[in-house]
Nanobody, 120 residues
Framework: QVQLVESGGGLVQPGGSLRLSCAAS????????MGWYRQAPGNQRELVAR???????KYADSVKGRFTISRNNAKNTVYLQMNSLKPEDTAVYYC??????????????WGQGTQVTVSS
């Protein structure tokens, strides 16, 4: 089993920044890919960004150039630096961890979610 604990959400004004963290514990040796997903009210959960243990990254088109995903393998932690935030970034953000990138979103482990609200 793997446990994921997210932190860093909150309320920010448009144009502001937030940094989300997701710390993994437990059987982390099985985890080779971690990602961030988000779900806004009335919408399906969508991929925001993901990163493999080797550092390969993928971003949703809507966040490219504004968000950066990174990970500290020694700390089993993944980060999401969010800059130039827009109201449409408002959602609950979830951390996901899986054995491979292809399994993200449909398998693996999920955090409890952290609310990000972008509003003036």
């Amino acid at each position: 089993q793997v446990q994921l604990v997210e932190s860093g959400g909150g309320l920010v004004q448009p144009g502001g920044s937030l940094r989300l963290s997701c710390a993994a514990s437990g059987s982390v040796f099985s985890i080779n890919a971690m990602g961030w997903y988000r779900q806004a009210p009335g919408n399906q959960r969508e991929l925001v960004a993901r990163i493999t243990r080797g550092g390969s990254t993928k971003y949703a088109d809507s966040v490219k150039g504004r968000f950066t995903i990174s990970r500290n393998n020694a700390k089993n932690t993944v980060y999401l630096q969010m800059n130039s935030l827009k109201p449409e970034d408002t959602a609950v953000y979830y951390c996901n961890a899986a054995e491979s990138a292809i399994q993200l979103g449909s398998h693996g482990y999920w955090g409890q979610g952290t609310q990000v609200t972008v509003s003036s």
